[in-house]
């Protein structure tokens, strides 16, 4: 039987079990597809409460796995791969296209790995814009900040620390407008209520009314760098 579950900090996973298995195992697809085998003995709750402690593990082996070909959506650009008689890979960001030139006999391996490099890098970029929407939104609502930033984060779209300073994980450029405006709310909610309690939900229904439905959408993205294609039908 094979069951698939959204799950919160990590995203899909398809879990599956199988006669004669004794112990968990978790691997990771090719194109990045969490798969959970586990025995007839452990249930699915249990499952995923182990998954869930390897976290860090999954998210940096989908990284590795992932592959990324031309025409993959990094946030709002478009990756074009060509073909180079050079013996080094190099990338142009223009209007829109991040153009990457590949060695023609470069290993599947190494250029994966470079095109996580010129990814992130890209992606980068395009997310200074989130702290000047934060910004914006901040002086909209009068919410004190005192300093944000952006960061490659594992396992969260942001943080608020008790002094008020925010980070933004860099990968939310890549996810739709509402999620972004969830996130950054999210974190702004933090500077007036740093808890969960019902008064920062009620606060934060006041910015994004809608907001335990977008809660719900965030949970089908990676934290980490994905070909935006694979998640049109959720825009």
């Known amino acids: 039987m094979i069951e698939q579950h959204d799950i919160a900090e990590i995203g899909s996973v398809t879990i599956s079990r199988r006669k004669g298995t004794k112990n968990i195992r978790i691997s990771i697809t090719q194109n990045g597809t969490v798969r959970l085998s586990l025995p007839n003995r452990i249930s699915t709750k249990r499952g995923i409460e182990y ?3 390897k976290k860090d593990w999954v998210a940096q082996h989908i990284v590795d796995q992932l592959n990324l070909d031309d025409g993959a959506m990094l946030g709002a650009t478009v990756l074009r791969l060509h ?8 990338s142009v960001h223009k209007q829109g ?3 990457v030139f590949i060695p023609e006999h470069m290993q599947h391996e190494e250029l994966q790995s470079k095109l996580q490099t010129a990814s992130k890098k890209c992606l980068q970029k395009q997310a200074a814009s989130l702290l000047a929407q934060l910004k914006t939104k901040s002086i909209e609502a009068r919410y004190t900040v005192s300093g944000s930033s952006i960061a490659f984060l594992k396992s969260r779209w942001g943080s ?3 002094k008020n300073e925010i980070v933004i994980n860099t990968y939310l450029i ?3 407008q509402n999620c972004i405006d969830y ?3 999210h974190e702004l909610t933090h500077t007036k209520h740093h808890n969960h309690s019902p008064q920062f939900w009620q606060e934060l229904a006041i910015h994004v009314p809608n907001y ?6 965030l949970k089908k993205y990676p934290t980490k760098v994905f070909d935006g294609r694979e998640f049109l039908v959720y825009v």
């Open 160 to 162: 608020c620390s008790s």
């Open 51 to 53: 998954l869930l402690t």
């Open 174 to 176: 890549q996810l739709p």
């Open 212 to 217: 335990k439905n977008v809660k719900k959408e």
């Open 97 to 99: 296209e991040l153009h």
């Open 83 to 90: 073909t180079s008689h050079s013996n080094r890979i190099r």
């Open 183 to 185: 996130v950054l709310w």
